[in-house]
């Protein structure tokens, strides 16, 4: 098969003629119909994230949806011809967690991309099918789907289930790119009043159209200084979908008493994967602050649902379609942070 491989790190991928992946018994072999190309792939490509893939070469990508090829002898859930999304945070369907419904926590979590070879393939191979596979509703096509692939994910259980956001409420998100502009739609759509922090224009401009009702160019102003100014007081939720020192803080300080703040931005663990906090702000203030990975398979029925019912658009994200070999060039544009919204490849 056709794949975009990780030779070496912060080199181009090389797009080659690679091994078709082994069918195991409890997994599925996928045919690729769509995969994103992420914010995420791309800390990794640059090496930032080493530990988290075992050696090299290595396929990354973990935005996917497609079209089941083949089915191992234990899989009891699906069938040859099945149109699936894939999580990205897996489970093993028998942990603490798992049972308890939070399978993006598992104690032996994998994840497509990373643990084991990823979706910048023709191909990829899913374990443990039954437990980490979603089936599409015939009303969501592949664009849509791998535009949920992690992303948007991510942000619909950030704004749902740790930051509880509701109808009426001020929410504060700082970085517009695939993860923010995922959230800005989101609380749109649950009726929430939403601001936009970026230092790009052209981006802040792809917020509003999502439905940002306010935006400002940190670059220009004091994100919490005019949030508060606009809120009377402060955001009830603020999200920070970056992970950096500057974007984090301002988050926390844009919040009103009581606010809520959600962390799914990750942060480079070239200083250890940490960041100072504003510890007394928040003791003071009584904020709340949550971090959020992937979402949970319990949580996928009301988004796929709010998706068929066009209540949440992600394809409207999907600003570039490309093919495998392009990836080179999307990371390119990640790394001068020249990306506006959401690449998909489509050609494989």
């Known amino acids: 098969m056709k794949a975009a491989v990780l030779e070496e790190f912060n080199q181009p991928l090389s797009v080659k003629e690679v091994t078709d992946p082994l069918l195991t018994p409890d997994g599925i072999i996928l045919k690729l119909k769509a995969t994103g190309v992420c914010r995420s792939d791309w800390h990794t490509w640059l090496g930032e994230w080493k530990e988290s893939i075992s050696s090299l070469p290595h396929i990354l990508g973990h935005e996917m949806s497609g079209v089941i090829e083949e089915v191992g002898q ?40 990373w643990t084991y070879n990823g979706g910048f393939a023709q191909y990829v191979h899913i374990p443990n099918a039954d437990h980490n596979l979603i089936r599409l509703p015939d009303g969501v096509d592949f664009l849509e789907a791998s535009a949920m692939g992690c992303r948007f994910m991510t942000a619909f259980h950030g704004v749902t289930n740790r930051g509880k956001v509701g109808p009426g409420e001020w929410v504060a998100v700082f970085g517009s790119g695939g993860v923010g502009l995922s959230v800005i739609q989101i609380a749109s759509a649950i009726g929430a009043n939403v601001i936009a922090v970026d230092i790009s224009d052209e981006k802040l401009e792809f917020a509003k159209r999502l439905g940002a009702l306010a935006v400002i160019n940190n670059r220009n102003e004091s994100a919490p200084a005019v949030i508060k100014e606009i809120t009377k007081g402060g955001a009830h939720v603020a999200i920070d979908a970056l992970g950096i020192q500057e974007t984090m803080i301002e988050s926390v300080l844009s919040l009103r008493k009581l606010g809520r703040h959600v962390q799914i931005g990750m942060t480079s663990d070239e200083n250890g994967g940490k960041l100072r906090l504003p510890v007394n702000v928040i003791v003071r203030n009584e904020i709340q602050f949550s971090g959020c990975l992937g979402m949970s398979i319990s949580e996928f029925a009301s988004m796929l649902q709010m998706v068929e019912k066009k209540r949440l658009q992600p394809g409207k994200l999907v600003t570039k379609t490309i093919s495998l070999e392009g990836i080179n060039r999307t990371f390119k544009d990640m790394s001068n942070f020249a990306s506006v919204g959401v690449t998909i490849v489509t050609q494989f």
């Open 74 to 113: 234990n899989v009891q859930n699906f069938r040859k011809g099945d149109r699936v999304i894939v999580p990205f945070t897996q489970g093993d369907g028998t942990c603490p967690y798992c049972l308890s419904g939070h399978s993006n926590l598992c104690e032996h979590q994998v994840m497509p991309g």
